[in-house]
């Protein structure tokens, strides 16, 4: 019975975030199926990612010049360093985490992952739909409350700024096959804005 009590507040404190940030999804049922990049290469995946757009998230709410650090520890695990500046604030706030491939003895490799954050109880999934390694990447994600319903999070990730115009037909049709345009918020990374931002946690890479 108490289980039962935790799992309806549960639900009903993630149908308030619906209603709270738009463009976060929320649906019944389980998580749908996706397929990931095979064979994935972690140490080419590693490096700095610019987000140039995303759904939107309860942990990213008004986040822009969004980037994320990934370098390989010791163990073989991922470090992870996000970093983000919420204006109208010039500090940027960060978010140190690590990542381990969740199935790294299978032939091929998925690019299955699993993040879990300094401070946060919750581990979540990293699955990248589609990547170049060395221009853009496509991120999902979904958390799923007993069967009941889930929450998708995504994110376009790209080596620069900006995406190349030769890489966004792919992004593109990785979108259209994947994810939902309309609820996908692009990340602002004007220059002035960016670079703005005290560098007590990490400066912005391009000032």
């Known amino acids: 019975m108490r289980f039962i009590y935790r799992l309806e507040l549960l639900i009903a404190?993630?149908?308030c975030l619906a209603f709270v940030i738009e463009?976060?999804?929320i649906s019944s049922g389980t998580c749908p199926k996706r397929p990931v990049v095979r064979n994935f290469n972690v140490s080419r995946y590693t490096g700095l990612w610019y987000e140039i757009s995303?759904?939107?998230q309860p942990f990213q709410l008004g986040g822009e010049c969004v980037t994320a650090q990934y370098s390989l520890n010791k163990d073989g695990t991922v470090r992870v360093f996000n970093s983000m500046l919420?204006?109208?604030n010039d500090v940027r706030s960060s978010i140190v985490g690590r990542a381990v491939?969740?199935?790294p003895n299978k032939d091929p490799v998925p690019a299955k992952l699993i993040v879990t954050f300094n401070g946060v109880p919750v581990a979540s999934n990293y699955w990248v739909l589609d990547t170049d390694y060395d221009n853009f990447s496509v991120v999902w994600s979904c958390f799923q409350i007993g069967g009941i319903i889930h929450t998708q999070g995504a994110w376009i990730l790209s080596r620069e700024p900006e995406l190349s115009d030769s890489?966004?037909?792919r992004v593109q049709e990785a979108i259209d096959r994947y994810l939902e345009e309309s609820h996908l918020r692009k990340t602002n990374h004007n220059y002035e804005l960016c670079c703005s931002s005290?560098?007590?946690i990490q400066s912005y890479p391009e000032c």
């Open 13 to 15: 404190a993630v149908l």
């Open 23 to 25: 463009a976060l999804i």
């Open 54 to 56: 995303r759904y939107e």
């Open 86 to 88: 919420i204006p109208p």
């Open 101 to 103: 491939v969740s199935y």
């Open 167 to 169: 890489i966004k037909h």
């Open 198 to 200: 005290q560098p007590d």
